[in-house]
């Protein structure tokens, strides 16, 4: 008779590290989807349809809205429905919400009778069959939009869910650092990818190629994933090493149930609302150096999307974001680690660390005047601390939530995100259009016209993350995880 391996003596898989890179790829596609509108706006739809500033910060804007409210209930979905096929369902409506972007134009040029693209690009600009051209546009772009954000609504709800099943939270931190750097890495691709493939092909293939991608995740999912216990590329000593949280809590008499907290529970439990706040006083700051970074460099130093100099520029802005935040998920380890600390308190030490780098866009704006190089470095800076504080705040909730009501509160937290994207990202175009036609009559800080918007906007970004961090601090002085009863 054979005996069962003793899982100490076995060496043990690290299949978690696949599942860690599954996540990574499907977040990568996840942004790269939400960057192709961004990358090709300026330079290549608005010549078609038309659009102002106001018209693309609306898009934008009811984008945030869209993705929002569905985040609110996306995490309850993915906590019903399980990460398997609720991760599944979501890549899939993303994925196919991004390639009808495409359709966009066929559509708006068969409303209008017009025969071409070429054709819609030629209506006079200002008069009213260019503004009708406009409207109906936008309305394409905003219904394509809410498929896209009900979509990738699903995706961090799912992958929080699926880190605190396969990592223990001592290493959830790096973990979700490294899925959470594809979004830094969808954005570092796609200045280098899109606007080429928009040049080469069209803006519409742009958005199906890219859009195909999450198809291949999928397959890639069905075949790879299932529960730790249940997967056939762990072994026992792995098993013991991702549920060595539980192993500990059962010894020390604590229990860790299963059963879901109701969804208006949630919010009786200050927990709830550090996540909601520190998100609502930070996503915004992500979302709008995301969707408004091309547009700043093609304002501000008439560099087009796909210029050689744009593209290195943008680049160069998330390499930094890439490298800086994966290097950022592992200070909270080194604190629980080496200092001792318990996971909370080392995550709230990391993040106030990480909520100085965006005090640095307050020099983006004023080092500009001397080279485009310096705003591109500065950003970075900022993207890096949002990425590396996003790791960690998202850690917040395994820390202290059971697992089954994980994705419930991901999702309401990143509800709050989506808002706070709207305010800024609706707020930005309305302000810039009206910066830019007030010329030298508006003024902030020593900028003029559209310059000066940018500076009201960097100001706010810069001590978002403080003020976050302080809320969050109050709320929850402690690490104080929720036990249910029953």
């Known amino acids: 008779m054979v005996s069962k391996p003793n ?31 961004s990358l090709t706006w300026k330079d290549f739809i608005q010549p078609d349809f038309h659009w102002t500033d106001s018209d693309y910060g609306t898009i934008t804007g009811c984008f945030s809205l869209f993705y929002a409210i569905a985040c609110c209930f996306a995490g309850r979905f993915i906590d019903w429905m399980g990460t398997k096929k609720g991760y599944l369902i ?24 017009l025969e071409s693209l070429e054709a819609l690009k030629a209506v006079e ?31 961090f709800p799912a992958a929080i869910k699926v880190t605190a099943e396969y990592f223990p939270k001592k290493d959830r931190a790096f973990a979700t650092s490294i899925f959470n750097a594809g979004a830094s890495v969808g954005a570092l691709a796609a200045p280098a990818s899109i606007p080429l493939l928009a040049r080469a092909w069209g803006w519409e293939m742009s958005f199906i190629i890219i859009g195909a991608l999450g198809y291949i995740w999928m397959a890639l999912w069905i075949f790879l994933y299932d529960k730790p216990a249940k997967s ?4 026992e000593a792995e098993l013991a090493y991702v549920n060595q949280d539980s192993e500990m809590e059962q010894k020390a008499g604590i229990s860790a149930p299963e059963k879901p907290i109701g969804f208006l529970k949630c919010f009786t439990y200050r927990q709830t609302w ?30 087009s999307s796909d210029s050689p100099q744009a593209i290195a ?36 030490r990391a993040m106030l660390i990480y909520a100085f780098f965006p005090i640095v866009a307050l020099f983006a704006q004023p080092l500009g005047q001397y080279s485009p190089w310096w705003p591109a470095i500065l950003i970075g800076l900022v993207g ?92 929850v002085p402690k690490y104080k995880p929720i036990i249910v009863e029953g």
Not at 278 to 295: I, Q, R, S, Y
């Open 7 to 37: 899982p100490t003596r076995t060496q043990m898989t690290n299949f978690r590290w696949i599942i860690c890179a599954m996540l990574f790829f499907a977040t990568t596609v996840n942004y790269l989807d939400r960057q192709v509108l």
């Open 125 to 155: 600009a200002g008069s009213m069959v260019a503004l009708a051209i406009a409207s109906t546009s936008v309305y394409l772009f905003l219904a394509c939009r809410l498929i896209l954000g009900l979509g990738e609504a699903g995706n």
């Open 90 to 113: 979501a890549i899939f409506v993303w994925s196919t919400g991004a390639c009808l972007h495409a359709g966009c134009g066929w559509v708006t040029m068969n409303v209008h009778g």
């Open 232 to 235: 056939k590329f762990v072994n």
């Open 384 to 475: 890096a601390g949002h990425q590396a504080w996003s790791a960690n705040i998202f850690s917040t909730v395994s820390d202290m939530f059971p697992k089954s009501t994980i994705g419930t509160i991901t999702g309401v937290g990143s509800m709050a995100g989506g808002i706070a994207s709207l305010l800024i990202n609706m707020g930005s175009g309305v302000l810039f259009d009206y910066a830019a036609g007030q010329g030298s009559a508006f003024t902030f800080m020593g900028f003029e016209g559209k310059p000066a918007g940018y500076m009201i906007i960097f100001c706010i970004c810069a001590v978002a993350y403080l003020a976050g961090w302080s809320i969050m601090k109050l709320l």
């Open 313 to 348: 520029l943008i680049f160069t802005l998330y390499a930094i974001c890439t490298i800086l935040s994966i290097a950022g998920g592992y200070l909270p380890t080194y604190f629980v680690s080496k200092k001792g600390m318990n996971p909370y308190a080392g995550r709230m």
């Open 274 to 303: 550090s996540f909601i706040v520190g998100k609502f006083m930070t996503d915004g700051v992500w979302w709008f150096f995301l969707f408004w970074a091309p547009a700043y460099f093609s304002d501000q130093y008439g560099y």
